[in-house]
Each structure stands twice: as C-alpha cells, then as structure tokens.
C-alpha cells in the first residue's frame, strides 16, 4: 500500500511504491528521477490534493508533479502549485519568483510573517512568544496550452500566460502574456503574434490541445485554416481519440488505498471524441481587415503582428 507522508493545507506528498511506479509507467509519465530514467521505488513525490492524475507527460528535473496537460514536458524544477496545460515545451532552468516581502509595513524583513531559526531563537532567548503577521502571496503561474518557454527565463506570481505564448529565453516575465504573443527582454515585452487575429480564433476554437497527438501530427502543420478544417472533419468523422481526462486525482487513489484495483481497471488514454459544430467555426469577419486589440497584420511573416509596448 502506498504511504502518504504529509496530507495537508492542500498538499500531499507520496512515497512512491511499486503499484504507483507501475501506475506512472501505464499512464506513460516519464522523469528523470534516477538513472536509468523513472519514477523509482522510495522516492517522494510532491503533488497537491486536486492535482488530475497525469498521461503522457515528461518531469525530467523534479520530484515535484505539477498539475500537467497530456503531451507536455518540463526540464526545469517547477513546483507542484504551477498549473501546465497539453503539448507545453518547457526548458532548462525556468523558475518562479519567491515570495513578495511587505511593503507597507515598517519593514520588509521576514521576521514579521515567517518562521525562521534565527527569528524563534530571538524570541526564546527573550522569553517571548511568536507574532507572526499575514503577508499574503499571489498565485502560482497558470501556463495555457501549446507554450513554449525558453532557457532560463523567470516567471512572476499571480501571472497567466495564454494558450500558444512563446517566451524567449533569459526573459523576465511579470505580466499576463496574451494568447500566441512571443514576448522577451527584461521586464518581458510583446515582440509580435504568431498569428493572424483570425488564425487565433481558429486555434482556439478548435481546442485542438484536447485531442491524442497521434491523430494531428499528419494534418497541414503551416496554415492554420486548412489544419483546423482537416481536424474537425476527421473528429466528426469519428477518426479522431480524445485525451481522456480521470476523475480522481492521485492524491485521492493513494489515500484511498486505490491503487490496485485502478491498476485493474480501464487505464485506456484516450477516448472517443464528441462531434463539433461547424457552423460556430470562426469566419473571417470585418474586425479582421480592422486592426485588432493586438494590432496583427492580414498575413504571417509580412511584419511585427505586436507593436512594441514601452513603459
């Protein structure tokens, strides 16, 4: 039976058993924990308690499982707070910003809000007990769908970055990044879209990210149009599996004491898809000939779709 370790305030760390090494290995999650690479036997695992139970997805340089989409990789540390859509690219050497100090109080030291060995000593020696004051924090990064994130680039708290972003490497990222914006520098800035305002409404429409990746790879890769027409037709022709989605997370199996019958059961990733509606796919409309919030061009590669934001 697999050990719960720690179980609260929304976290829960495992150690790992040979029924979860063999959980990991059927719902093909890879990592790099050990050579030869592989979730092993003893490790501890950091997840929290709603985290969705993973599939087809790499953590290469952590014992810290994020909340992860279907086809999505990670070669930085990232803790278990961050949320990761599908088909992510994530590099080397990504980090999250640490905790903010206090700005409106008299000082910005610790001392005021956290728990520390040189703090508690003060306080014993002066035969006192703790006041420690709320410094709240924000969120963890959520990271959209189809993002790729360069070489050692550092995210903001409380930030989001939208479905098929590009930040570049060594960028510093403390604003919301818009869906398919390329963003780089210090503070990061938008240097233009990958797309057309059109193309993006395709992309997005088509949720294109919910679907096996076998079954997209040998649809038009280089116009947007004709890859989202090809992929609706064959989804309502039924030629196309849906990542399946279960409901228990793996904190939940492993508390339970789940393991082994789920291992029993219907581990199948992917499933039948539901039919689209073509007549809400997006057409070309007037906005489209009118610059739009994000100032795209009418074609890809015939100048910067963003214009540079200052300040």
């Known amino acids: 039976m697999t050990r719960i370790l720690y179980d609260q305030n929304g976290m829960t760390d495992i150690?790992?058993?040979?029924?979860?090494?063999?959980?990991?290995?059927r719902l093909r999650v890879f990592s790099h924990f050990d050579s030869p690479p592989g979730i092993?036997?003893?490790?501890?695992?950091?997840?929290?308690?709603?985290?969705p139970m993973p599939s087809y997805v790499g953590i290469y340089r952590s014992h810290h499982l994020p909340t992860m989409g279907a086809f999505?990789?990670?070669?930085?540390?990232?803790?278990?707070?961050?949320?990761?859509?599908?088909?992510?690219?994530?590099?080397?050497?990504?980090?999250?910003?640490?905790?903010?100090?206090?700005?409106?109080?008299?000082?910005?030291?610790?001392?005021?809000?956290?728990?520390?060995?040189?703090?508690?000593?003060?306080?014993?020696?002066a035969g006192r007990r703790p006041?420690?004051?709320?410094?709240?924090?924000?969120?963890?990064?959520?990271?959209?769908?189809?993002?790729?994130?360069?070489?050692d680039v550092l995210l903001g708290r409380g930030i989001t970055i939208g479905d098929g972003a590009v930040i570049a490497a060594g960028s510093v990222v403390v604003k919301d990044v818009p869906p398919y914006a390329i963003v780089?520098?210090?503070?990061?800035?938008?240097?233009?879209?990958?797309?057309?305002?059109?193309e993006r409404r395709l992309l997005q429409w088509s949720r294109w990210w919910e679907y096996?990746?076998?079954?997209?790879?040998?649809?038009?890769?280089?116009?947007?149009p004709a890859f989202v027409?090809?992929?609706?037709?064959?989804?309502?022709?039924?030629?196309?599996?849906?990542i399946r989605k279960f409901d228990v997370s793996l904190a939940e199996l492993c508390r339970s004491g789940g393991v082994a019958e789920f291992l029993n059961g219907d581990l199948s990733l992917t499933e039948p898809a539901s039919p689209l509606?073509?007549?809400?796919?997006?057409?070309?409309?007037?906005?489209?000939?009118?610059?739009?919030?994000?100032?795209?061009?009418?074609?890809?590669?015939?100048?910067?779709?963003?214009k540079v934001q200052r300040g």
Not at 44 to 51: E, F, G, I
Not at 277 to 305: F, Y
Request: aromatic share 10%.
């Open 40 to 51: 092993q036997v003893g490790h501890r695992l950091y997840c929290t308690s709603h985290a």
């Open 212 to 224: 096996a990746m076998p079954d997209l790879m040998q649809r038009p890769a280089d116009d947007i």
């Open 131 to 151: 006041a420690w004051r709320d410094n709240p924090q924000k969120p963890f990064p959520v990271i959209g769908n189809d993002v790729w994130i360069g070489q």
């Open 277 to 306: 509606d073509l007549s809400t796919m997006p057409d070309p409309g007037a906005e489209d000939a009118i610059a739009p919030p994000l100032d795209a061009p009418p074609r890809r590669g015939s100048g910067p779709v963003f």
């Open 15 to 25: 150690e790992v058993s040979p029924e979860v090494a063999e959980l990991f290995h």
């Open 229 to 242: 027409r090809s992929l609706a037709d064959a989804i309502n022709a039924g030629t196309v599996r849906k």
């Open 72 to 125: 999505s990789y990670s070669f930085s540390f990232l803790d278990r707070h961050v949320v990761i859509g599908a088909y992510c690219s994530i590099s080397w050497g990504v980090r999250v910003m640490g905790i903010n100090h206090p700005l409106d109080m008299f000082s910005t030291t610790a001392a005021l809000y956290q728990s520390h060995p040189i703090f508690e000593a003060a306080y014993a020696d």
């Open 184 to 198: 780089a520098g210090t503070p990061a800035k938008i240097i233009r879209s990958r797309f057309t305002e059109h």
